[in-house]
């Protein structure tokens, strides 16, 4: 691989500025006590400049990396093969794609070169035709390598579609998702499309997760269009990559993640952000009285500070905020109302555990476990009406004991809410109808992820 000489990090020019928010749940400290407090951390990205269009981008190059095994025959290859022609028009003459095939053998049908008009890549995905099992991860190992040597620091992303689990060559999902973390250190993410109810969806997750790019997944061969045109909305309006969030707090006040964000070396990276977007993350901060001051001053708690790559592959240093809080009474801290939108963000995190659990019961057949999962989660976030929705469709798979639907619906819906980015004003009422309408297509909350809305 070509290592390019790494540029130096530069403060974010004024087109780049974005809004860094800390909000606390509650917004003071009682005296005396030990407090938790949790403290959403809000990145909004400003809207696209005008001299910031698609075209004036760097060059991206992916990698469309499609499972050809003998379960992919019929309908699962041609809309696989239609989502892979779909990506070839949708990129620039001076993108470059590589094409790659694989069953039990691995095959570059195209190398990592322009697009052009796209006429051989087109016929490459043409040619692709049903073989054996399934050696995932020589596919995506070829397909990254494709990249690796790629000229300029622009987006680099491995696509990997497959209908089935690593079942040939290297098969332990810890030591691939290892694999997927040190290209993305390397300036190649993976971003991952599971089809049908036989892939593996733990595997396939955790190789996005530790990649650095998006996971999704379709029920059937029709639902897969959608995410495909997610992730290129989400390319095409891509603010900044590789968000790197660094936290620290004085001596005794301690701060845990409550997102299932992948860690990095001193902290944890955000979700690519796109455009008008905002990612965010809750973090838990334990306060003890031994930390405060006397009722009316001030407690620092946490510092954060964010750096992220542009689109050019730039590093950027971002803003860095801290929150300090006023302490006050136990009595008015008691009073004092919780902030909706952390209340929010919260119950959605909670309910991506529970989601785990029921994933888990359901593994083991423990029907009885899943519906009571479910019955305590739609009782306690009654108040949050995309996770109501998200629930009610899960009980609908569980009342029909669809174990498979249901381990990767609950996957997924619990990845969403971990790493979803969401609009600067999302609303707080939840209707899909509207969304559609409303809403770019990467910032949508969706009932059922397999499921095209």
């Known amino acids: 691989m070509t ?12 087109a780049l500025a974005t809004n860094v928010l800390l909000q606390p749940g509650r917004a003071a400290l009682p005296a005396g006590q030990d407090s938790t407090v949790d403290v959403l951390l809000r990145l909004q990205a400003p809207a ?3 001299d910031a269009a698609p075209v004036a981008r760097q060059p991206e190059a992916l990698a469309l990396v499609i499972d050809k095994s003998g379960s ?27 094409i790659v095939e694989f069953d039990d053998t691995v095959r570059r049908l195209w190398p990592a070169t322009p697009r052009g008009d796209g006429a051989a890549q087109m016929a490459a995905i043409d040619a692709i035709e049903c073989g054996g099992s399934t050696d995932l991860h020589a596919g995506w190992e070829n397909g990254s390598q494709a990249l690796a040597d790629v000229a300029g620091q622009g987006l680099k992303r491995v696509i990997l579609l497959s209908d089935g689990g690593a079942n040939h060559g290297e098969t332990d999902p810890t030591t691939i998702a290892a694999a997927c973390a040190r290209m993305a250190a390397l300036g190649v993410s993976t971003s991952t499309y599971g089809l049908g109810e036989h892939f593996n969806e733990e595997l396939m997750v955790q190789l996005a997760r530790a990649g650095g790019g998006n996971s999704y997944y379709g029920d059937k061969a029709e639902d897969l269009m959608e995410p495909f045109e997610r992730e290129l909305d989400l390319l095409d309006h891509l603010c900044l990559r590789d968000l790197r969030l660094t936290v620290t707090a004085p001596d005794g006040v301690t701060v845990q993640m409550l997102n299932d964000l992948p860690a990095t070396g001193a902290g944890w990276r955000l979700p690519d952000l796109a455009w008008s977007a905002e990612a965010w993350a809750v973090l838990r901060v334990t306060v003890p009285a031994s930390a405060q001051r006397a009722p009316g001053e001030r407690v620092p708690v946490l510092r954060v500070a964010l750096s992220a790559l542009d689109a050019d592959g730039t590093p950027l240093a971002l803003e860095k905020v801290g929150l300090a809080l006023p302490v006050i009474s136990p009595e008015a801290h008691a009073a004092l109302p919780v902030d909706t939108l952390v209340h929010r963000r919260v119950s959605e995190l909670a309910v991506a555990q529970e989601l785990l659990r029921m994933r888990e019961a359901a593994r083991n057949d423990d029907w009885d476990t899943v519906d009571s999962l479910l019955g305590d989660a739609i009782r306690r976030f009654a108040d949050n009406e995309w996770v109501q929705s998200v629930l009610e469709s899960m009980k609908k798979l569980a009342a029909q004991r669809e174990q498979r639907r249901l381990m990767k619906e609950a996957s997924y819906s619990a990845s969403s809410m971990n ?3 969401s609009a600067h004003d999302e609303a707080v009422h939840f209707s899909m109808q509207e969304e559609n309408l409303k809403v770019a297509s990467y910032l949508r909350r969706k009932r059922e992820q397999g499921k095209a809305q």
């Not at 290592?3 to 004024?14: E, F, I, R, S």
């Not at 990506?87 to 620039?92: F, G, I, K, L, Q």
């Open 3 to 14: 290592n390019p000489t790494p540029k130096p990090t530069v403060a974010a020019p004024a």
């Open 48 to 50: 696209r400049p005008a």
């Open 72 to 98: 992919m025959e019929g309908a699962p290859l041609q809309e696989a093969k239609r989502c892979a022609r779909m990506v070839v028009e949708r990129m620039h003459p001076g993108d470059s794609v590589a």
């Open 419 to 421: 790493l979803r980015l």
